[in-house]
């Protein structure tokens, strides 16, 4: 679209707009480019379009308009929707939005019966409608990315499911931990973004259209008609409600904020273990980008990136909640700065989860690194402690114990589990050879052996349940 169109950017002179009639003198250009939307409404063009043609056959069933025009009006829906998808649609900022461009091409299409398709409907439910629409269709659509992302990682967990790291509290080093565990965690978080989607799309997919401007209709209209052709669940029961409300839109973008915050964490994570103070990871070159000044740099772009992008979707979600509170009812000119960010949120996620799937397809774990890691900070003091428990000390002294232990081993700066049987016997009696198990890396994670534990076992049942859950 131009910004400045080649037609007479006035509607009293084009006798174009849809509400010229009580006006004397044009809207000045500036304002008109201020509050018109179409550079970025015509976005929900396949959805106004949609939307359109279910309302047009409520209208022709129930009798409101000849069966005559309910043809004409499909005939040119059709041949407009042609015209968008090829690209050959010609958009006017003098024509405001997209629902008023579409209208004003099907009458010149079809003449009268395209003037009639308004009848009984506003632009105020039109444009709900169509917003709903259209984030329906892409909340299903991000639903499918977040399973192609858990897939990624669920083979990432197989392929590691013993695959021994250190974890973390305060990023110290706490416990030993597998790979395949840590994986899963962000598998898990990434359903209950899922979830939390699905369950906002059960309200978003409610029927406005009928509400009109904020009453209601004269016309015997159909309401359930159109729901049931349009794949609505539910119609809205207040017509005041329903062409004010954007719960829907501020609950997709609450969950979207959620989601990209758990990216951003993962992203994170990324940094940390692709610097060389860790060295746990690789990532494919394709996901990292060279400095222009230091030749030796890999640096990790897209989990950054990512790190970064969250910020701007959970400044859309702040966006969204002030855009709404200080709003009478119903409806308001202020509903129409919630289509750039919504928009900019969907891109955002999907760009997002895309390029995550990818990267972590490619991603490269250096398990000795991690192994290594993973030995030191006497990381398995725990599970000392949890031994002399077992024979009989009560868990406080054991604790103490233990503690007198690591101080020994780094007073003689080694690790606790390479300290010699006499000197952990010295500390406590109890101990005895099979302690070395204990101390190891492989012994204190498959000792975590239940459900939600770090064991291998446990990670390859986890891997099983998500298959599962994956294939249906
Ligand atoms: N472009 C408007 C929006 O996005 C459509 C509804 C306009 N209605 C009105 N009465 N001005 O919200």
């Known amino acids: 679209m131009s910004e400045h169109p080649a037609q007479p950017a006035n509607p009293l002179a084009s006798k174009s707009s849809g509400w010229s009639g ?11 480019r201020y509050t018109a939307s179409v550079g970025f409404d015509r976005r929900l063009a396949l959805a106004d379009i949609e939307g359109s043609l279910a309302h047009a056959a409520m209208l022709g069933r129930a009798g409101i308009i000849t069966a005559q025009d309910l043809a004409d009006i499909e005939r040119g829906l059709g041949q407009i929707r042609g015209e968008i998808e090829r690209g050959s649609f010609e958009w006017r900022l003098d024509l405001e939005d997209v629902h008023l461009n579409i209208e004003k091409r099907l009458t010149d299409l079809v003449g009268d019966a395209g003037k009639r398709l308004h009848t009984g409907r506003s632009r105020n439910d039109q444009v709900a409608t169509d917003l709903r629409l259209w984030l329906r269709a892409e ?7 977040i399973r192609n992302l858990q897939a990624v990682l669920v083979d990432q967990a197989e392929r590691h499911a013993a695959t021994v790291m250190p974890g973390f509290t305060h990023l110290q ?6 790979f395949g565990h840590h994986m899963l965690a962000y598998a898990e ?5 899922r979830e939390r989607l699905l369950d906002a799309r059960r309200r978003i997919n409610r029927l406005p259209l009928g509400a009109a401007a904020l009453a209601g209709t004269t016309y015997p209209i159909d309401r359930a008609f159109v729901a049931e052709r349009l794949g609505f669940e539910a119609v809205a029961a207040n017509s005041l409600d329903a062409v004010s409300d954007r719960d829907f839109a501020i609950e997709f973008s609450a969950a979207a904020a959620l989601l990209m915050m758990h990216v951003s964490r993962l992203g994170e994570e990324l940094v940390l273990w692709m610097s060389p103070r860790f060295g746990f990871v690789r990532l494919p070159d394709r996901f990292t980008t060279g400095s222009s000044i230091m030749p030796q740099k890999k640096n990790p772009d897209v989990p950054e990136l990512a790190r970064g992008k969250s910020g701007r979707v959970i400044g859309h979600l702040m966006g969204l909640l002030v855009l709404m509170k200080g709003q009478p ?6 509903n129409q700065e919630d289509k750039e960010p919504l928009f900019d949120t969907v891109d955002t996620v999907r760009d997002t989860l895309r390029a995550f799937a990818e990267m972590l397809d490619g991603l490269e774990v ?20 949890d031994y002399l428990t077992r024979r009989g000390m009560p868990f406080r002294d054991a604790h103490e114990a233990v503690a007198r232990a690591v101080r020994l081993a780094a007073s003689r700066n080694v690790e606790l589990a390479d300290l010699p049987l006499a000197d952990l016997q010295a500390i406590a009696p109890a101990i005895t050879d099979d302690v070395r198990r204990v101390l190891s890396l492989d012994g204190s994670v498959g000792a975590r052996d239940h459900p939600g534990g770090t064991a291998p076992g446990q990670v390859r049942r986890q891997v099983a349940r998500w298959r599962q859950r994956l294939a249906g």
């Open 22 to 32: 009580r006006f004397d003198e044009p809207v000045a250009d500036f304002v008109l």
């Open 139 to 145: 909340v299903d659509g991000i639903a499918q990315l």
């Open 173 to 178: 080093v706490a416990q030993p931990v597998t």
């Open 189 to 193: 978080m990434f359903e209950r973004d």
């Open 329 to 334: 009812l119903a409806y308001n000119k202020d």
């Open 366 to 385: 250096d398990t000795a690194a991690m192994r290594r890691a993973a030995a030191e900070g006497h990381s398995t003091a725990t599970d000392l402690a």
